[in-house]
């Protein structure tokens, strides 16, 4: 059975910082590249930041640029994504999700997980 169980959501103050895991079972995680999504309320669900699967490059949404980190351990079948520097407008579900492909939208993910709600307070 394929799982992806994120973990380490809550409330956080601004300024405040986070750190996501998501662990992975079910599938060969070093050949998937991971991505990380949020959906905030009352908003469509958006790509913030994913890592390849063959050089372990990454990619971040402007928005969180220089204040979230992305790793992967492969042995551990782990994604880790710090977040640092809080803002309010962070505020939403984050979902991890894993792709074969080479894309980075909803419909190009093959698997997800089932989010973790992070609250950052003004």
């Known amino acids: 059975e394929v799982q992806l169980v994120e973990s380490g959501g809550g409330l956080v103050q601004t300024g405040g910082s986070l750190k996501f895991s998501c662990a992975a079972s079910g599938f060969t995680f070093e050949d998937y590249t991971i991505g990380w999504f949020r959906q905030a309320p009352g908003k469509e669900r958006e790509g913030v930041a994913c890592?390849?699967?063959?050089?372990?490059?990454?990619y971040y949404e402007d928005s969180v640029k220089g204040r979230f980190t992305l790793s992967r351990d492969n042995a551990s079948n782990t994604v880790l994504l710090q977040m640092n520097s809080l803002k309010p407008e962070d505020t939403a579900v984050y979902f991890c999700a894993a792709t074969l492909g080479a894309g980075f939208t909803e419909t190009d993910m093959d698997y997800w997980g089932k989010g973790t709600l992070v609250t950052v307070s003004s």
């Open positions: 890592i390849d699967s063959s050089d372990g490059s990454t």
